[in-house]
């Protein structure tokens, strides 16, 4: 079976969303797999030889803002963000419809708004040489990474975001 037919077969999205869902859960994947080996080779270090991985728990943070922020836009996308919906069932369609726009559209302005914030800070942060503690890696890129989630988010909720309740009867 190839690549492209296994895809095809796991995932419900169609065209280009798809291939991005697949590349971004498999940037997690393969983050969430090198963070376990790190732990495993942290741990044996720390009990066996008596020396912990330096900058282990840097690389750990790290870690987990990537895998974090990459299913950002994927749940996202697939609608599978925390809903409350108690109230839906005792109040008029076309208010239950006007409700979930006024969310889609705040949830993709606060997207968007953290996007911007953050990709001032990484520029700020870039400039002034920011580093981390003991590996000193730059902190800029990790934020710019952070940033361009959010924006692709942003993009998601408002696209996708609004058809679905468009569409939803």
């Known amino acids: 079976m190839s690549v492209s037919d296994w895809v095809s077969e ?5 065209g280009p969303v798809k291939w991005l869902a697949f590349s971004l859960e498999s940037v997690a994947a393969c983050v969430l797999f090198a963070l376990v080996l790190l732990t495993c080779v942290d741990v044996v ?4 030889f008596g020396n912990a991985v330096n900058g282990s728990t ?10 974090v922020f990459a299913e950002m836009p994927v749940i996202t996308w697939r609608g599978g963000h ?17 409700l979930g726009l006024l969310s889609v ?10 996007a911007g914030r953050m ?9 002034r040489d920011v580093v981390t503690e003991y590996l000193e890696i730059p902190t800029g890129y990790i934020v710019q ?7 692709i988010c942003a993009v998601m909720m408002i696209s996708y975001g609004l058809y679905r309740v468009i569409k939803e009867k």
Do not use: C, P
């Not at 796991?10 to 169609?14: A, I, L």
């Not at 270090?45 to 066996?48: A, D, E, Q």
């Not at 925390?82 to 069932?89: E, N, Q, S, W």
């Open 10 to 14: 796991h995932y419900q999205e169609k």
């Open 45 to 48: 270090g720390r009990y066996f």
């Open 58 to 67: 840097e690389m750990t943070e790290i870690a987990l803002a990537m895998i």
């Open 82 to 98: 925390v809903v409350v919906d108690l109230l839906d069932r005792y109040m008029n369609y076309w208010l239950v419809k006007a």
């Open 105 to 114: 559209i705040l949830v993709a302005g606060a997207f968007y708004a953290l």
């Open 119 to 127: 990709w001032y800070l990484a520029e700020r942060s870039l400039r």
């Open 145 to 151: 990474y952070i940033s361009v989630m959010s924006y």
